[in-house]
C-alpha cells in the first residue's frame, strides 16, 4: 500500500512545462518547458519522477515504482 503524498506546495510555482521531482524530499530540482528538455536535465540524476506541469491538478495521480 502507497500512501499519498500532498506535491502542492512543491509545483505551485509551474503552470507549464515539465518538472522533476526528487523522491526522498519531495522538491522539484528541474524545470523544463518540453519532454525531451527536462529527459536531458536529468539525465544521470537517480530517485527522480517526471510530471507534467500545469494550473490545475484535480484527478491527477502519478505513480513512482
Not at 25 to 44: D, P, R, Y
Request: proline residues 3%; aromatic residues 14%; positive net charge.
Amino acid at each position: 500500500f502507497m500512501n499519498a503524498v500532498d506535491l502542492r506546495q512543491a509545483i505551485k510555482p509551474y503552470s507549464k512545462g515539465w518538472l522533476a521531482i526528487e523522491n526522498k524530499n519531495k522538491k522539484v530540482v528541474a524545470h523544463a518547458k518540453t519532454f525531451a528538455l527536462i529527459s536531458k536535465k536529468v539525465e544521470g540524476i537517480k530517485d527522480i519522477f517526471l510530471v507534467p506541469a500545469s494550473k490545475n491538478y484535480f484527478g491527477f495521480v502519478t505513480f513512482n515504482a
